[in-house]
């Protein structure tokens, strides 16, 4: 067992035999208390954490380990101070001055605790325990309750759950500042720290946050507003501020949107003028599939319901989808074919892919029935009478012209000659 250096020099040099058995012994019981702490302890601590965790509310599975390692360097020291010091007693040595500062030390030690330590230990306790953990486990199935009273028959669960979430984070969240900031102020107050400066400091203080922060009170009050409205909630996909994405957060300041390229739009809230929520409650796909002008209309209207049907008997997609997409209309004539709309209610965040599984399938049927999908082509008119030979052969003469280009430049003679004659060409897309 190794002594600390400055207990050394107490120790006599006529040590009995007798006097080092015992120190041995000491020693020995010190290791071994150490070793059984380090073994034991660990379990222990986490067996009474997880009996705790049954009984109070709150996760402590984060607490385990660092508990345990706390409480095993605590008593090791405990240990090795109170072994250190039997040691140096059965050597000989005069412990007087150190039991008495010790003693001194113990009773400043303990009185201070008494006064403030103990008092400030409970008011975390009861803060953490009774107040952040209680919230956090009772206030969401209170929201759940009181949602579930107030949902209408037709909400789907999954647009009632976004809503409990978003309502208890932000409720969570506003209490837990007021009770941390309301502990802040007790224990400043149980310290002998005036708090009245403070408060007279923080109302001047939010005085000038008031005119120097009016866009965080504006994005608080907007949020706020967002909120109550049901506007839109964690999970949708919103257009807000002319950025499109999913909505990954959401406070009464601002919020989080990430993007089909994984990248995050922080939004203010009190820039957000319009928003546009495509996932609320039901979404709905909205086509236009183009056929050639040479196909029978009938037909393709046909095909595209039969598509539709069999898509929402399909169990794969049934479930997804509220109604069969069906054709609206005849919705345009352009310039390659004729755009058909199809529409259909589908379940929310699920009309994207619904509309490309429709997409694969109609391109399937449309080969399997040989309708032709149109493609961008154009039509030349050579003039009423004309005969696009007489064109054909003027150019055919191109070539000839342009090997006797002489400095880049062709005279214009050589050029009048390659030009084609006849009525001018007009162009008419088709």
């Known amino acids: 067992m190794l002594l600390p250096?400055?207990?050394?020099?107490?120790?006599?040099?006529?040590?009995?035999?007798?006097?080092?058995?015992?120190?041995?012994?000491?020693?020995?019981?010190?290791?071994?208390?150490?070793?059984?702490?380090?073994?034991?302890?660990?379990?222990?601590?986490?067996a009474f954490l997880r009996w705790v965790d049954l009984r109070i509310p709150g996760d402590f599975s984060d607490l385990h380990r660092p508990a345990a390692g706390f409480i095993v360097v605590v008593l090791s020291t405990?240990?090795?101070?109170?072994?250190?010091?039997?040691?140096?007693?059965?050597?000989?040595a005069n412990l007087d001055g150190v039991l008495h500062a010790l003693q001194v030390f113990g009773l400043d030690i303990g009185r201070w605790a008494r006064q403030h330590l103990i008092r400030i230990g409970v008011i975390l306790f009861l803060a953490y325990f009774g107040g952040t953990r209680v919230i956090s486990r009772a206030l969401p199935p209170l929201v759940r309750r009181t949602m579930a009273r107030?949902?209408?028959?037709a909400a789907l669960p999954s647009e009632v759950e976004k809503r409990e979430k978003t309502l208890s984070n932000v409720i969570v969240g506003s209490i837990n500042i007021f009770i941390w900031a309301t502990v802040f102020f007790i224990i400043l107050s149980d310290l002998g720290i005036s708090i009245a400066p403070l408060l007279a400091g923080a109302g001047v203080l939010g005085i000038a946050i008031s005119f120097a922060a009016q866009n965080t009170i504006r994005d608080i009050l907007n949020g706020l507003a967002i909120l109550l409205e049901d506007q839109y909630r964690v999970g949708d996909v919103v257009t807000l501020a002319g950025q499109s994405g999913l909505v990954e957060d959401f406070n009464l300041r601002r919020t989080v949107l990430r993007d089909l390229g994984y990248r995050v739009h922080v939004i203010p809230n009190g820039e957000i003028r319009i928003a546009t929520n495509f996932t609320k409650e039901k979404s709905r796909v909205n086509l236009n599939i183009e056929v050639a002008y040479k196909e029978d209309l009938d037909h393709c209207i046909d095909v595209l319901n039969r598509v539709g049907k069999e898509m929402k008997q399909d169990p794969s997609w049934s479930h997804l989808m509220?109604?069969?997409?069906?054709?609206?209309?005849?919705?345009?004539?352009?310039?390659?074919?004729?755009?058909?709309?199809?529409?259909?209610?589908?379940?929310?965040?699920?009309?994207?892919?619904?509309?490309?599984?429709?997409?694969?399938?109609?391109?399937?049927?449309?080969?399997?029935?040989?309708?032709?999908?149109?493609?961008?082509?154009?039509?030349?008119?050579?003039?009423?009478?004309?005969?696009?030979?007489?064109?054909?052969?003027?150019?055919?003469?191109?070539?000839?012209?342009?090997?006797?280009?002489r400095g880049g430049v062709m005279p214009e003679s050589k050029a009048a000659a390659a030009r084609p004659t006849g009525e001018d060409v007009a162009e008419d897309d088709g």
């Open 78 to 92: 405990v240990v090795l101070v109170v072994g250190g010091l039997t040691i140096v007693a059965i050597a000989g």
């Open 150 to 153: 107030r949902a209408e028959d």
């Open 322 to 405: 509220n109604e069969p997409i069906q054709v609206l209309r005849v919705d345009n004539f352009g310039e390659s074919g004729i755009a058909i709309k199809v529409l259909g209610e589908t379940k929310p965040l699920q009309q994207w892919a619904i509309a490309g599984e429709y997409r694969r399938r109609v391109k399937k049927a449309f080969d399997q029935e040989g309708i032709e999908i149109p493609f961008p082509h154009r039509t030349l008119y050579w003039g009423k009478g004309a005969e696009p030979s007489a064109y054909l052969q003027g150019w055919e003469k191109a070539p000839q012209v342009a090997s006797q280009f």
């Open 5 to 46: 250096s400055s207990l050394i020099v107490f120790l006599p040099v006529n040590l009995a035999t007798g006097d080092y058995v015992w120190m041995g012994v000491v020693g020995a019981l010190c290791l071994l208390s150490i070793m059984s702490m380090i073994w034991l302890l660990p379990r222990w601590v986490e």
